[in-house]
Nanobody, 124 residues
Framework: QVQLVESGGGLVQSGGSLRLSCAAS????????MGWFRQAPGKEREFVAA????????AYADSVKGRFTISRDNARDTVYLQMNSLKPEDTAVYYC?????????????????WGQGTQVTVSS
């Protein structure tokens, strides 16, 4: 069982930045592929960013490429999502997810563990 806890969300103006963190409870965190998803009101959950267990492979949604960066610190069992040049359409609840895998996973249904989410609101 892996517990994930997101933090770092908040209210920011358009063009601003936020860094989300996802702390994992599992000591073998380095064996897990990790991903970030988001869900806006009235919309389905959508993929944002992900990387493989080793961190060598990454994937980003087209809507966030060049603005968001996913990273991980295995020593701290933490995954980060640096979000720059934020836009009002980035407003959503952001979730991190994990599963044991060597590959990059961009499909939400493939993830086994989920955090509770953190709200990001971007004002225009």
């Amino acid at each position: 069982q892996v517990q994930l806890v997101e933090s770092g969300g908040g209210l920011v103006q358009s063009g601003g930045s936020l860094r989300l963190s996802c702390a994992a409870s599992k000591r073998t965190f380095s064996n897990y592929a990790m991903g970030w998803f988001r869900q806006a009101p009235g919309k389905e959950r959508e993929f944002v960013a992900a990387f493989s267990w080793s961190g060598d492979s990454t994937a980003y949604a087209d809507s966030v490429k060049g603005r968001f960066t996913i990273s991980r610190d295995n020593a701290r069992d933490t995954v980060y999502l640096q979000m720059n040049s934020l836009k009002p359409e980035d407003t959503a609840v952001y979730y991190c997810a994990a599963r044991i895998s060597r590959g990059v996973i961009i499909t939400s249904a493939a993830y086994r563990y989920w955090g509770q989410g953190t709200q990001v609101t971007v004002s225009s």
